[in-house]
């Protein structure tokens, strides 16, 4: 592939979140008594919905790299229990592993020796671009609503100004 190199830029800035808000920046200052907080109208927590991002970023990761993969049934698998609640350590502990998770997806992206264009041995016909792109999109529109719920949930800091 001729702008292979490019290719893999854009994948890895859309993980990032190089074109909308980054996780960082949409965790960043959270206050640990409101992880555990229902926003009005909406059926899980702000660690709920993190924890979500993370099962399923870390499904697809285990789906390109791991031959024995076994597939999670959907929803109940992809979603903490409703009455799950984090403690700050485990608060920690899901961002952490979004990172690492993340970070993991972006050394299979830049490793010049992974043709992200081959089909997954024991997927049903998925290839590794395929899921890098699903993985990006569900993030970015999770990070998206997650700070929303910030603006509604008034979890921002005071003197954030965009």
Do not use: C
């Not at 970015?140 to 003197?159: A, V």
């Amino acid at each position: 592939m001729e702008n292979n190199h490019k290719l893999r830029e854009i994948l890895v800035n859309l993980l990032v979140g190089v074109t909308h808000m980054s996780f960082e920046e949409a965790i960043a200052d959270y206050p640990f008594k409101s992880i555990n907080n229902y926003p009005p109208n909406v059926i899980y927590t702000p660690w709920q919905l993190l924890e979500h991002i993370r099962i399923n970023q870390n499904d697809i990761l285990d789906f390109i790299t791991n031959p024995k993969y076994q597939e999670k049934n959907w929803p109940d698998d992809y979603w903490p229990k409703r009455d799950k609640m984090a403690t700050p350590k485990e608060w920690g502990e899901t961002i952490k592993q979004i990172i690492s998770d993340r970070n993991k997806l972006i050394a299979i992206i830049h490793d010049p020796k992974v043709d992200l264009n081959k089909k997954i041995e024991w997927g049903d016909g998925q290839t590794i671009i395929e899921e890098i792109l699903k993985t990006a999109d569900h993030t970015s529109y999770h990070i998206g609503e997650f700070g929303i719920l910030r603006q509604i949930m008034n979890t921002w800091p005071k003197d954030r100004t965009a």
